[in-house]
């Protein structure tokens, strides 16, 4: 089986019908019990309090903005190599997920900084990334609708997302490169996963709001994946 199996409208639609209800069953009971061990049963953190429970929402927002554009970037590729009219369809799909996703990480971020560094913003290597990343997600779902025919604005948004995965690699390694004010990430190795410098309390709810969050996130983009198919099946047939 190859992609090209997937990138028949038929075969989606199939798998859509499989993997819709698990990830709704797996959101239904993460996201509840992930926000009842953040906000009520986690301790409060020694230095942060309760500010610490942002991070909650944060660092998963964070993990999406970064994993829903690189699914876009294999899209993109997809798209440009093949012409797979599914991979155009999917970029249509993610990127405005992926740049919600974005925007509610900075916002986030803004909240925590405020009590951590006493400012909403300074422009940190890592914030200042991602708030690169921002502009990039926007500036792509623009190029969808920016020409007359829609095949035309999907190679121009699969051109534009492939271009904007380098700056993946500096958000990830920005706290590494550059002496910044974000701390870096507890979980950014296989080592550190397995030996967390976060405590047990703690790393708990954050990973189950990640595993809830980025399934809710999955669930829109199929849904919204499976409505753009349709539109552009109207299309074709002139309704």
Not at 2 to 20: C, Q, T
Request: charged residues 15%.
């Amino acid at each position: 089986m190859n992609l090209s199996y997937f990138a028949n409208p038929a075969h989606f639609e199939k798998l859509a019908k499989v993997v819709l209800p698990l990830l709704s069953t797996l959101c239904i009971i993460l996201l509840p019990v992930g926000l009842v061990d953040a906000l009520i049963i986690s301790p409060p953190d020694y230095q942060q309090g309760d500010a610490v429970r942002i991070m909650y929402v944060h660092v998963p927002s964070a993990w999406l903005s970064m994993a829903i554009y690189a699914a876009c970037g294999i899209a993109a590729i997809i798209g440009i190599v093949w012409k797979h009219t599914l991979a155009e369809l999917f970029l249509r799909a993610a990127l405005p997920v992926g740049a919600a996703a974005t925007a509610l990480c900075l916002i986030t971020g803004m909240l925590w900084g405020k009590p951590m560094w006493g400012t909403w913003w300074v422009w940190d290597a890592r914030l200042t990334s991602v708030l690169v990343l921002m502009f990039i997600y926007i500036a792509t779902i623009a190029l969808l609708d920016a020409f007359d025919r829609p095949e035309q604005g999907g190679q121009a948004a699969a051109w534009m997302t492939v271009i904007g995965l380098v700056n993946l690699p500096i958000i990830k390694y920005s706290v590494e490169w550059w002496n910044t004010l974000h701390q870096p990430s507890s979980l950014s190795s296989l080592k550190r996963m397995m030996n967390p410098a976060m405590a047990g309390d703690m790393l708990r709810p954050l990973l189950v709001m990640t595993v809830g969050l980025t399934c809710l996130a999955a669930i829109i983009v199929i849904l919204r994946l499976k409505a753009e198919m349709l539109a552009r099946k109207k299309a074709v047939k002139g309704i």
